[in-house]
């Protein structure tokens, strides 16, 4: 059997074992070409320009930083809300079938 065809009969048989063999895939190749892929030398970096660039954008933005960190917050307790739904429903189905199985509550 040739590479392409055990290939293409592995990635019908074990579709996320292929997925994760091109994750794999992608992540060597850059590596092996981080060098033509880097936009900027991580060494030669400013840092003294690099930390008034990014403070003079947190004074001008401090506003809209609340903004958006209220915004986050809400976020982040809908999704914990409804994350945690499904459970604790399915809890209180089963005390509410169990106490109408002890006769606690009318059918």
């Known amino acids: 059997m040739t590479p392409g065809k055990t290939l293409l009969r592995f990635s019908r048989q074990q579709p996320l074992g292929a997925v994760g ?3 794999i895939l992608c992540m060597v190749l850059a ?3 981080a060098e033509l892929l880097a936009t900027y030398d991580p060494i030669r970096t400013d ?3 690099t930390l008034k660039i ?3 954008a947190a004074e001008e933005g401090n506003l809209r930083l609340a903004a958006s960190r209220g915004i986050t917050a809400i976020i982040q ?3 914990a809300a409804v994350g945690a739904a499904p459970p604790i429903i ?3 189905e089963a005390i509410l079938g169990a106490a109408r199985r002890l006769g606690l509550l009318p059918s």
Request: cysteine-free; charged content about 20%.
């Open 47 to 49: 840092a003294e320009h």
């Open 21 to 23: 063999g091109l994750f």
């Open 77 to 79: 307790a809908t999704a």
């Open 90 to 92: 399915r809890r209180a």
């Open 31 to 33: 590596a092996l070409f």
């Open 54 to 56: 990014t403070l003079d």
